[in-house]
């Protein structure tokens, strides 16, 4: 039976939700005047775990229901199918969900189904290309359709609701929580395993300087990943004295199989399996630029002031490149190349971007979702 404090359960099944809900469920849990749960869907285990390990949060509820190179139909049917009966075990007043994951689709979908009130956080993000980013463009759309409270991280987003007809008392533009967790990370002491990686491949001030490459998106797998992959070859070869580049690689076997292939011999490239949250904030911090096809690694950049080169054709961050700290450069290998070359060797280009205004927030987003969901009024 639900008491006088709201029930607040928040759902999120990936590393990318994690980090940034992770700063949300703090301020929950710090309120009193809400009964904070958790669940986990784990539709990523390992990413997933390490991060509620670095904000040290412990679900209520975990389905685990990650299972190999399972398709989009199976997490699908096995969130609708495992979720349900702990939506109708809680009953929770509200439900928050982050972003556009498969997770957040079908949440959305059973919060419909069983009346509960949905806030959706990073609410509005959109390319207007249904296949781009593949398939989170349509998951977040889904979101937005059945959602009550919409928390768009910037101006922009709330526009983009606005103009699919969100009735305004609706959206809170609140900033995006990943900008609260990399103020809570890198409060944290850097961790042995980075200084000992950057001590290995001779990355410090007098040495070699820090290139971060991160491409996994469903929509560069085959020919866009080899572009990619092509260029960043190009690039570490021609700089070899100069750069070292850190490639940590995602588990999904559409993306390990062509990058191995491709880059496993090329010495001054290091792949390696992902990396937990709280290592790779510390390696973005310290990277002289970024290359990635990454949605949050976009904003997390943003956040700590470092050139970030986006290869994907579209961006729901557009913010960023109004404000000049991302570039949009595709998969073509000339374009990627010819805009790192730009950065390294152009040093006002590089100040320009490294000193551009980060439109993402202030790092207070979840104090301040969490006071638009306890003053919503229906």
């Not at 700063?23 to 849990?29: C, E, H, K, S």
């Not at 439900?95 to 689709?105: A, E, F, K, Y």
């Not at 040093?347 to 551009?356: G, L």
Request: hydrophobic share 40%; proline share 7%.
């Amino acid at each position: 039976m639900k008491g006088e404090k709201l029930r607040l359960l928040t759902i999120f099944g990936t590393r990318p939700e994690a980090s940034k809900m992770c700063p949300v469920v703090l301020a929950a849990q710090a309120n009193p005047n809400i009964d904070s749960l958790l669940c986990v869907t784990a539709q990523h285990r390992q990413m997933l775990d390490q991060v509620l390990d670095a904000f040290q949060v412990v679900p209520d509820y975990d389905l685990n229901l990650m299972q190999p190179d399972q398709s989009l139909a199976q997490i699908t049917a096995s969130i609708l199918q495992n979720l349900d009966p702990v939506l109708k075990r809680v009953n929770p007043d509200w439900v928050l969900i982050q972003g556009d994951t498969t997770t957040v689709m079908a949440t959305s979908i059973l919060c419909y189904y069983n009346r509960i009130k949905i806030g959706h956080v990073e609410a509005g993000l959109r390319t207007g290309d249904k296949w781009q980013p593949f398939p989170e463009e349509i998951n977040r759309k889904i979101a937005s359709v059945v959602a009550d409270l919409h928390l768009a991280p910037t101006e922009h987003s709330r526009q983009n609701l606005l103009h699919e007809g969100i009735d305004p008392n609706r959206i809170v533009v609140t900033g995006n929580p990943a900008i609260d967790a990399l103020r809570i990370i890198t409060s944290q002491p850097v961790p042995l395993e980075v200084n000992k990686l950057l001590s290995d491949h001779d990355i410090h001030e007098n040495g070699k300087q820090l290139i971060l490459v991160t491409a996994h998106r469903r929509e560069n797998f085959g020919k866009p990943l080899e572009d990619i992959c092509a260029a960043i070859k190009f690039l570490a070869i021609k700089y070899k004295e100069q750069y070292h580049f850190l490639y940590p690689v995602h588990l999904n076997p559409h993306v390990q199989e062509p990058v191995y292939q491709l880059l496993s011999n090329v010495s001054n490239i290091t792949l390696m399996p992902p990396l937990d949250y709280l290592p790779m904030v510390h390696l973005l911090k310290m990277a002289k630029l970024v290359l990635t096809d990454s949605g949050g690694i976009q904003e997390e950049a943003a956040g700590l002031g470092k050139p970030t080169l986006v290869m994907r054709e579209v961006t729901e961050r557009p913010e960023g490149v109004s404000s000049g700290i991302l570039r949009l450069v595709g998969t073509d290998p000339k374009r990627i190349i010819s805009n790192t070359i730009q950065l390294l060797e152009e040093e006002q280009t590089y100040q320009t971007m490294a000193q551009a205004n980060n439109p993402f927030g202030d790092g207070y987003a979840a104090e301040k979702i969490i006071k638009a969901v306890l003053d919503f009024k229906d």
